[in-house]
């Protein structure tokens, strides 16, 4: 936990929170927090900075913060993501929220088992904890927005197009593909990564014709959570 | 497995391989594959191709492998990296491995348990399982060598300062640096990555005595997993 991320409900009086549960016992036993000391706090969607310690009760520490900073700037990317078996949609939702991505469309697509889709990854509790553990890591106060779009046709006939015509520059990686990665361009991006397995080739046809390039991420084939930590890194 | 790894040892006659164990269960089970269906293969510090499938056994398959390719070329970077605990040393080395990594030094710091370097992970077999399980996710054939400094002074006061000496980039992550990463130049590159909660400012101060250059990674903190991904990404 690099930042103690905080929210309207943790606020026991103007200017004091109490806070509980994990967040106390990782301020108890991790880092063996003593009234008086500082933790680097953050506002839910708002401002950075610390708090001090006034107290550490039985079950909860009271804090006093100070925010006065604003977060970190946010990725440029918008990620379209086809999901994925849940302990690597776990991996990628970390690596993507902690790299600063802000929005993520999760898809559909021919190599996606429908089970994927009743995962309790999905539920809202899991993936607020996954989120909060993501911000928490990267000293970040901005929840990212997800949206779900269980046919892969519909999206990039319907949806995709707009998206694509918003951005800057839009890109899918293709195992087939000749042009490498460019350069970003100023504005926004958008980028899609495909199921484990790729791909087919109709759905490689479809994204090329909602306006994405096909572009190669070199010979080397990389477990899904690191191709796409590589690929934002590229694109940052 | 994207890669069926040999070596000489499983040659039964010139040209014609058999492949048990794991290897086996893989090709029958995951890539289901029969008589005639050819695999990618690859040789153990040699030459890629296809093997085609002439029998499935019992307890092995029978290949063919005509390899002509060379493997792909490896990472300008040699890693310097502080010894992780065993779960977070095999992601960090599974991401430099499928990302070309040739050379890595596994280093102590005050931050590193000694716990950690008497772990099974470092044992020849475990790595060498490690290794495999790399080469064949990427499709890379050709093993990495590693090296290991129990003691932090020794390494970066005597062996150090000549690795950055032969390197035309030498840097490492320090969270208060002001200077980005720069682009990489062509040559070989020096990268260090320390413990989980950073080299201390003595060790950074080592490090800089030795030729290292203090860069920041951004103002957010990746999980060292993540951030290697990203550091060899953006050198790469």
């Known amino acids: 936990m690099n930042l103690l991320l905080i929210d309207n409900s943790d606020f026991i009086s103007p200017g004091t929170i109490a806070v509980s549960g994990r967040r106390f016992l990782q301020l108890r036993d991790i880092i063996k927090a003593a009234p ?134 839009a890109l899918f990686g293709h195992p087939r593909a000749q042009t490498p990665l460019p350069p970003p361009p100023p504005g926004k991006i958008i980028v899609a990564a495909g199921p484990e397995g790729g791909f087919t080739d109709y759905e490689n046809m479809m994204l090329e014709n909602a306006g994405m390039t096909p572009v190669t991420l070199g010979q080397r084939v990389l477990r899904s959570e690191y191709a796409v930590t590589a690929l934002l890194a590229k694109l940052s």
């Open 36 to 169: 008086g000391d500082t933790i680097r706090t953050g506002m839910k969607n708002g401002m950075l900075g610390i708090s001090t310690i006034t107290a550490m009760e039985e079950e909860r520490a009271i804090l006093q913060p100070e925010l006065n900073t604003p977060p970190p700037p946010p990725s440029p990317v918008t990620l379209v993501c086809a999901l994925q078996r849940p302990p690597t949609f776990k991996k990628i939702l970390h690596g993507a929220l902690t790299m600063g991505v802000k929005k993520i469309h999760f898809i559909h697509a021919a190599k996606v088992e429908k089970s994927y889709w009743q995962s309790s990854v999905l539920r809202e509790n899991e993936l607020d904890h996954e989120i909060r553990l993501a911000l928490e890591q990267c000293g970040d106060t901005v929840y990212p927005d997800f949206e779900y779009h269980t046919k892969f046709k519909p999206f990039v006939e319907d949806i995709l197009p707009q998206l694509v015509k918003d951005s800057a520059l």
